[in-house]
């Protein structure tokens, strides 16, 4: 049995794949290494990866049906599938919200369908965001809430992925999880989150953009706790529990802590040792003030459990940082 997991080149998708192939599972990885952040970054996890024998790695991008056809039609082994490949980023979606449409929701519906010709595909767990909760200002976030004022294009993609997957869910009875995951961070990270430019920035003394002058607020959770949570999903497909009922369930990953961004900064200071020159900036389209995990359900049903406060999770983050660029 084996495990695709799509966007193994990524910062989440690179824990997951190394997590189960830590603990003996065959693991075929996807991903284009498409240049949104610096693709040697990605060459450098999959690096990693490959010291693995369990591991095989295949280039292609998901919304690319004949590629995805001919891989899951030469591994029928696969039985789970973590669809974790996507265009990330708010900020991004604003230039190019084509990129968007492609990865998130064409390469939604073919990874949906390259499951259902797998023999043995027993689950599909998928990526959603936290972004889908848009501009509500009920807090924290829960999944029964409305999600149907997206505020950006990016939020609008991870929205309609979880309709498609509600959709085959019904028509297909292919079980499927989908986790709206709350600003992950941790070593391996991305460059293009707030932890890595601001350590980024404060290491090599330049200035730091501050949006809505610090007053934002994140549930920053840390990359082994999503990992944890990622994995207790993998294993509780949903149950079919018949017509009435669709084999799809949605949760929450977040810390269930929402921290202040100034807060987050000093702590980023200190790990790096040094102050930050902040540049106040206005509101960024399409960002949101706050956000906060309700994740009463994730611990329910799947026991998770975050336990890394950012504490913690920053010092490891700005560790790894100075250890792989070496200063
Ligand atoms: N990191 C977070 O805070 C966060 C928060 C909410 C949701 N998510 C979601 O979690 C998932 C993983 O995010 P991440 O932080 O690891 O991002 P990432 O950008 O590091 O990883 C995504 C990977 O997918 C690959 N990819 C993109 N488009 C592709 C395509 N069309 N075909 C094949 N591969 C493609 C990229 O090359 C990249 O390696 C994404 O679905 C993202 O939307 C992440």
Redo the contacts with the bound molecule.
């Keep these: 049995m084996a495990v695709i997991v ?2 193994a ?5 690179f824990h997951v794949a190394a997590a189960l192939l830590n603990r003996g599972e065959a693991v075929i990885g ?5 240049a ?2 610096d693709p040697a970054l ?1 060459e450098a996890r999959l690096a990693y990866l490959r010291r693995f024998a369990g591991f095989r790695f295949h280039r ?4 690319d049906k004949a590629a995805m056809f001919a891989l899951v039609d030469a591994s029928p082994e696969v039985d789970r599938v973590i669809h ?5 980023g708010v900020r991004y979606s604003l230039e190019d919200p084509w990129a968007y449409v ?2 998130n929701v064409h ?1 939604q519906l073919t990874v949906m369908e390259a499951c259902l010709r797998l023999p043995a595909c027993r689950h599909l767990v998928y ?5 889908v909760y848009g501009g509500n200002t009920k807090l924290p976030f829960a999944v029964a809430d409305a999600v149907d004022r997206p505020i950006s294009i990016y939020a609008a993609t ?1 929205r309609a992925a979880e309709l498609f997957a509600e959709t085959y869910a019904h028509l297909h009875r292919l079980p499927m999880t989908g986790l709206r ?5 941790g070593p391996w990270g ?1 460059p293009d ?1 707030a932890a890595y430019i601001f350590t980024d920035a404060i290491l090599h003394d330049r200035p730091i953009e501050v949006f809505n002058a610090g007053d934002m607020r994140r549930d920053f959770t840390y990359i082994d706790d999503i990992v944890a949570g990622v994995l207790a999903a993998l294993e509780r497909p949903p149950a079919d529990a018949g017509p009435e009922d669709r084999p799809h369930r949605i949760y929450n990953l977040g810390n269930h802590t929402s921290e202040d961004l100034n807060r987050f900064i000093r702590l980023i200071e200190t790990a790096c040792g040094r102050s930050a020159r902040r540049i106040p900036k206005g509101m960024q389209p399409g960002d949101v003030r706050a956000t906060y995990a309700d994740i009463d359900s994730a611990q329910r049903d799947l026991g998770f459990q975050p336990s890394t406060p950012i504490d913690t999770g920053i010092a490891r983050f700005v560790a790894w940082y100075r250890d792989y660029h070496d200063m």
């Excluded at 080149?9 to 998708?13: E, N, P």
């Excluded at 996807?30 to 498409?34: A, E, F, G, K, M």
């Excluded at 995951?181 to 961070?185: E, L, P, Q, T």
């Design positions: 799509t966007g080149a990524g910062f989440i998708g996807v991903d284009n290494l498409n949104y952040y990605k292609i991008d998901v919304a974790l490949a996507a265009q990330a492609d990865a390469g990526a959603s965001s936290s972004s991870k995951f709350f600003s992950v961070y991305r989150m």
